[in-house]
């Protein structure tokens, strides 16, 4: 299960070590539509990872499998080499998996302290501690580092609802961050924002530990390319090439299928 | 404050006003308190929770001292903590049961619960005894105090209630309590960062048992007795119409809600004729819901500070970007 095929054409090389997540002839039909078909994949521990395509290709899907969020109809899926593919979603996060969603699912009557916090809570013990701690005051600390990492700082004690869209991307990505993350898949994150907030997302991005595994789905080919050691392309629920960002920027392949989605 | 206007209360309240008015407000805010713990932070509209309070009761009855010849006799208190475990374990078997229910489905399997006890309890006469159900229910002595004198009556009452308000209080400050309010307002992130929302509730389910339990014991001492009339469908509604009046964001929603509701209850009959008295609270619900998103606590936020409003964040930034 831990390593990929031989005749795997698109496997990547392993040269970083045991693969941090694993994709197996992963599928996922809904009725009659392939949304996700006989995906094997390998985001390489450490490695940096973007899966692009044209609306409707599966990438969302493809993390919902990941994640746990929808149950593959076929295949596997391996984080560090354990088997989870019927895991439920709150399990593979104690497992190092964390996510951003392309809409930001906040817990929008709460403060940002409170939305890390929880985060923090999230993969840690104490979850049905029914009064008040003294633990908690060190989550809240931790909080507090999260929020700065993020610039949030400002804006750690005002409730979700009123913080700019921007804000709230910002915090989708924070609170992706808390613990001690093995894999975050970012799916979408640039989506929406400005051109200045696109350019400190990145350097946030590009700041983050090498260790991390990162997985990114981004419509934006630019932040795509520069972010990424690797890129898959995906149309139509499968997977049509893998390669760096170089070879992928020069494929005639994907000029026709995703340049040519996106500005023809 | 409130805890000394509560002491101050009965130097200057006749008896009526601390057993018919605050006892009871006191209790029924308590049957109330479970469903703002499940609706308000859970997000789980639950019509059962008035059932649950009316097993313990019934409990109590049949365990305990009444005059019918159904009951065991057993000491009250002893009694009283087995109403309680069986408000537990009911509240954790509507919890499982409805568990995976959203919604709508959540509020019809509860009122399913609710009719189906009440049914059994009106036609069963072998251990709810029936349409009659038990009367000759009295709350015991303790240390030589008669809990049934009205004194007595009422600091059991409002210390069990203020004991329950801030448990809840507290609830809603500690993780549990605020990974409970995650799953209502994102279910999915909830999961997402790690909660089993699935047990998250069902403690929920557990822990709004517990609350309606004690009401329950409490509203049979109150009553002197229960009878599948207690646990009706109107009774149901009472309890949502408390939470809703009083609002569902605080644990002082319930019982603000439930002594407004006893107010009117006890003295429309001055200005409306009896049966006039679901049409005068359906149109106080009316009045607040529609003035108000969170009850009387919305309508109080309100007026304690009209307009006041934090500077968001966002206009923050704006502010510091333009001065930059």
């Known amino acids: 299960m831990s390593s990929p095929s031989t005749s795997d054409v698109h496997a990547p090389q392993r040269e970083h070590g045991h693969p941090g997540l694993a994709l197996d002839g992963v599928g996922r039909s809904f009725g009659a539509v392939h949304a996700v078909k006989d995906v094997t994949l390998r985001f390489v521990a450490g490695e940096r990872h973007a899966v692009l395509g044209p609306n409707g290709a599966g990438k969302t899907t493809l993390f919902n499998l990941i994640t746990g969020d929808l149950l593959p109809s076929a295949g596997q899926i391996a984080l560090g080499g354990t088997d989870v593919t019927t895991l439920k979603p709150h399990i593979r996060v104690r497992q190092g998996l964390r996510r951003t969603y392309q809409q930001s699912q906040l817990f929008e009557t709460m403060s940002v302290a409170d939305n890390l916090f929880l985060a923090l809570r999230g993969v840690a013990r104490g979850h049905l501690t029914l ?67 696109r350019g400190s997302l990145v350097d946030l991005i590009e700041a983050l530990p090498r260790t991390l595994t990162i997985g990114l789905v981004e419509h934006d080919l630019d932040i795509a390319l520069r972010l990424s050691d690797r890129v898959t392309i995906m149309q139509d629920g499968q997977v049509m090439v893998t390669g760096t960002p170089d070879d992928i920027a020069a494929d005639p392949v994907v000029q026709r299928i995703y340049l040519g989605a996106q500005h023809g | 404050m409130l805890v000394l206007a509560l002491v101050l209360i009965p130097t200057i309240a006749n008896d009526f006003f601390l057993v018919q008015i605050f006892a009871q407000a006191a209790i029924l805010g308590l049957i109330a308190l479970s469903l703002m713990l499940l609706g308000g932070w859970g997000g789980i509209v639950s019509l059962s929770q008035m059932s649950v309070a009316g097993l313990a ?268």
Not at chain 2, 183 to 198: K, L, M, N, S, Y
Not at chain 2, 230 to 236: E, L, R, W
Not at chain 2, 296 to 306: A, E, Q, R, T
């Open chain 2, 57 to 324: 009761g019934y409990t109590l009855a049949i365990l305990g001292q009444s005059s019918m010849s159904q009951s065991l006799g057993s000491n009250s208190w002893l009694a009283a903590a087995a109403a309680l475990a069986v408000a537990l374990i009911v509240g954790f078997g509507i919890g499982l049961l409805v568990g995976r229910t959203r919604g709508i489905y959540t509020i019809m399997i509860t009122l399913a619960i609710g009719v189906a006890v009440f049914y059994l309890a009106n036609q069963n006469y072998a251990i709810f005894n029936g349409f009659t159900g038990y009367s000759g229910i009295a709350a015991p002595h303790v240390l030589g105090v008669d809990l049934r004198a009205p004194l007595p009556f009422y600091v059991l009452c409002v210390s069990l209630a203020l004991m329950g308000w801030a448990g809840v209080a507290a609830l809603g400050r500690s993780s549990f309590g605020k990974a409970l309010i995650a799953t209502r307002d994102c279910e999915r992130r909830a999961a997402a960062i790690g909660f089993h929302v699935g047990r998250h509730r069902l403690v929920a389910h557990t822990i709004a048992g517990l609350l309606a339990g004690l009401g329950g014991i409490l509203l049979v001492w109150f009553n002197g007795r229960i009878s599948p009339g207690t646990i009706g469908v109107g009774p149901m509604i009472d309890i949502l119409i408390i939470a809703v009046i009083g609002g569902m964001s605080r644990p002082s929603g319930a019982f603000l809600g439930a002594f407004v509701f006893v107010l009117l209850r006890t003295f429309a009959i001055d200005l409306v004729d009896p049966e006039r008295f679901n049409t005068l609270i359906g149109l106080v619900f009316l009045v607040i819901v529609l003035t108000s998103r969170d009850g009387l606590l919305g309508l109080l936020g309100k007026l304690s500070k009209p307009e006041r409003r934090k500077m968001s964040p966002r206009l923050k930034t704006l502010e510091r970007e333009e001065t930059s």
């Open chain 1, 131 to 197: 009064i008040p701690t003294s633990g908690d005051q060190v989550l809240r600390d931790q909080a507090a580092d999260i929020a700065e990492k993020v610039n949030l700082l400002d804006a750690f004690d005002y409730p979700v609802n009123v913080l700019s869209y921007g804000q709230q991307r910002q915090l989708e990505i924070g609170m992706a961050l808390v613990g001690d993350p093995q894999v975050v898949l970012f799916d979408e994150p640039a989506a929406g924002l400005s051109p200045a907030e």
